[in-house]
């Protein structure tokens, strides 16, 4: 079951798991923020950083919140102050937390750092290759991370936790997209949906599809209707659930997009309707 909370915000429930999506949320215990979030191991979700209001500056917080409980709990201090990032979990009980803007740099810095839930601890890793403000993430198959898009951006950089460093993907992305949204497919590719060309502009309804095998990119369905800072996940089926954004900053959408990978890939949306959408 969906349950549509306003703005982006979508609480997905499947069988006796809850995940929150939200890039625009106002977590239990702190400020309205435009955070990054993350799934742990253990099913909960990590909210990290944004820009905190009515307190007027970048953050550098974490909240921990417990779907079985519905409540936010304080986390661990970040080592950045960082407002439009990306993140996804890493292997191991870890997440990657990359990118975004802060205090001298509102539009993007280079930065990542790497959370340890069993230690409840930051510790930083390699820089990005470029700046990614207003981009996404998507953990990869063999537990590396792809970030893509972002302010001025059409390239996608890889994550690797082995390592701790990011390697730029040559061939560019179709466009640029600032706050696309991104999903793993079942096969292990992952799909990157709308964002906006930036400056304001009106959003994207196109996507395309990231092999990270051939580490290329080829052209995805046009979507619905355009959709910028969308919340994407994965649902039964082989299915890609895309919900909230809207076609420009602050007009969001109460509709739903589901993704479908075979036979061939479509993208119909329905609306939430009154609230909730049973799957």
Known sequence: RLTFLGHSTVLLEVDDLRILMDPV??????????QVRAIL????VMVAGGYGYPEDNYLN???????????????????????????????????????G?????????????????????????????QSHFLSAAASLPDGRVL?????????????????????????????????PAASPLPDGRVLIAG???????????????FDPETETFSAGPTLPAQRFSAAAAPVSGGRTLLAGGGPVLGNPSATSVIFNTAPEPTASGRAFGDQTLDR
């Open 25 to 34: 949320l106002r977590a239990g215990l702190g400020p309205v923020r435009r």
């Open 61 to 99: 917080s974490t909240e921990i919140y417990d779907p079985m409980t519905g409540t936010f709990t304080l986390g661990a201090t970040m080592l950045q102050r960082r407002y439009g990032g990306a993140a996804a979990p890493l292997p191991g009980g870890k997440a990657l937390v990359a990118g």
């Open 147 to 179: 970030i893509v898009g972002g302010l001025g951006q059409d390239r996608a950089e890889i994550y690797d936790p082995a390592t701790g460093t990011f390697g730029l993907v040559t061939q560019p992305m179709s466009t640029v997209r600032v706050g």
């Open 101 to 129: 803007g802060g205090p001298g740099n509102p539009t993007g810095f280079r930065t990542a750092e790497v959370y340890d839930s069993a230690t409840a601890t930051f510790s930083p890793t390699g820089d990005l290759n």
């Open 195 to 209: 964002g906006s060309l930036g400056g304001g502009g009106a959003a994207l309804s196109s996507t395309e599809i």
């Open 41 to 44: 191991p253990d099913g909960r």
